[in-house]
């Protein structure tokens, strides 16, 4: 099968009947940090079949994670151990869906539609450190705080014709499909309650703001025979355009004079 073409919804009817028929089923969870919700739906009315699925969550931290983590120096003369403590709480949001649909044009001729989407956007912050010297005694000490967000949304439609033709086995098939991947996040690290005269290095505050986007067209086209008694022959070409863009950009500044102690 020509990549792109969306899952046809067979419908098999039989003269003078007409179906119609419909189904909706929701769902939902609520946990401690989770909480997520959604439903799944069909529906058929003669020839036409609709397929529906959607679904949205959020994760919350009731409480931050900690964590703790030492470095030794046991050969330097300045410094004895580093302490890192990180704290975070983040915060996750996702959603997705799905839309797939077809229509019998004629007893040769079906006609598919197909579209999704998936999304997901987080956050976090928090940590610092703490250096001691060999007596002990803070050498330097500061906090940085790094915020976050990045947030994504995918999202495709497609289009597809297929033909039967009177021999068996043998069809024509048409597609078109769209796919799009728009990435934006910014990120910000900054320091403060800085103490000490002596740090390894000079610290700088950054803030950067990456704008990505991609986006793909494809249009393929197949056509399938049947030859001889235990052979296919299948011929087909495809067309693809695809578009990345990046806009990035990024300020920087000297973080809060350094206190002595």
């Not at 909706?24 to 397929?51: C, H």
């Not at 931290?61 to 983590?69: D, F, I, K, L």
Request: charged residues 20%; proline residues 4%; contains cysteine.
């Amino acid at each position: 099968d020509a990549e792109g073409v969306a899952g046809v919804l067979n419908i098999v009817t039989f003269e003078g009947t007409q179906s119609k028929c419909w189904t909706i089923t929701p769902r939902t969870s609520v946990r401690r940090d989770m909480n997520d919700a959604g439903f799944f739906g069909t529906m058929q009315y003669g020839k036409f079949t609709l397929w529906a699925n959607y679904g949205f969550g959020l994760s919350k931290r009731m409480q931050p994670v900690r964590q703790t983590s030492e470095v030794e120096y046991l050969n330097s003369d300045v410094y004895r151990k580093l302490t890192t403590r990180a704290e975070a709480a983040p915060d996750l949001f996702y959603n997705f869906g799905s839309l797939e649909a077809s229509y019998e044009v004629s007893d040769h001729d079906l006609l598919s539609l197909s579209a999704g989407i998936f999304g997901h956007s987080y956050d976090f912050d928090c940590i610092g450190i703490v250096m001691t010297g060999i007596d002990g005694a803070p050498v330097y000490t500061y906090k940085t705080q790094t915020a976050q967000h990045n947030s994504y949304m995918g999202y495709n439609a497609g289009i597809d014709y297929q033909h039967t033709f009177a021999k068996p086995e043998q069809t024509l098939t048409f597609s078109y499909r769209f796919d799009g991947a728009p990435q934006k996040s910014w990120q910000k690290n900054e320091y403060f309650d800085i103490e000490g005269s002596v740090l390894p290095t000079s610290l700088t505050d950054i803030y950067s703001d990456p704008d990505n986007h991609s986006c793909e067209h494809t249009a393929p086209a197949d056509f399938t025979t049947p030859f001889a008694r235990h052979h296919q022959l299948s011929v087909g070409g495809k067309y693809i355009v695809r578009t990345n863009e990046s806009d990035s950009r990024q300020w920087e500044k000297p973080s809060e004079s350094v206190g002595q102690d």
